[in-house]
């Protein structure tokens, strides 16, 4: 006698509802096999995570800012999140289109707008890194319009 069917007061039940908790459901094995299965693929993602994190932007910038004098790696770690900051803008600007029924090419452009890095915006950045962290003043600075060395008059 299996010692499961002890376990159960029997008297809560109707003589035909006894039998339904026996029988067996494909509904509900297909339901288990799914949970089992988004459980795995949960584990394997998070797996994946974890092999794969020596390759993220930030561990990658770090083996490359670890080369680098020790003098110079603050202004490339301002550069870095300078970067970063715009890529999640345009994330941000893109995902914002979609979800407002934009077409896949208007959240493209959202991307782009939100995301474009001017070459004098980029420089003037380059310039504030520079001044922030001491290797330049601003009146090096000054010296230079858009990239270029002005000459003196």
């Given at each position: 006698m299996n010692p499961l069917i002890l376990l159960i007061p029997l008297f809560l039940f109707s003589p035909g509802d006894i039998w339904t908790i026996f029988e067996w459901n494909p509904d509900q094995e297909m339901i288990d096999i799914r949970a089992e299965?988004?459980?795995?693929?949960?584990?394997d993602l998070a797996d994946w995570e974890l092999q794969w994190d020596a390759y993220s932007p930030q561990k990658s910038f770090e083996r490359f800012v670890a080369d680098k004098p020790e003098s110079v790696q603050a202004v490339f770690w301002d550069s870095f999140r300078y970067m970063e900051s715009k890529v999640f803008a345009g994330r941000s600007a893109y995902s914002n289109?979609?979800?407002?029924?934009?077409?896949?090419?208007?959240?493209r452009q959202a991307y782009f707008n939100a995301a474009a890095m001017p070459r004098d915006s980029l420089i003037s950045a380059n310039e504030q890194f520079n001044i922030k962290h001491g290797l330049a003043d601003i009146s090096e600075q000054r010296m230079f319009e858009n990239g270029k060395y002005k000459f003196r008059e």
């Open positions: 299965t988004q459980r795995l693929l949960e584990k289109a979609m979800q407002n029924g934009a077409s896949i090419e208007e959240a």
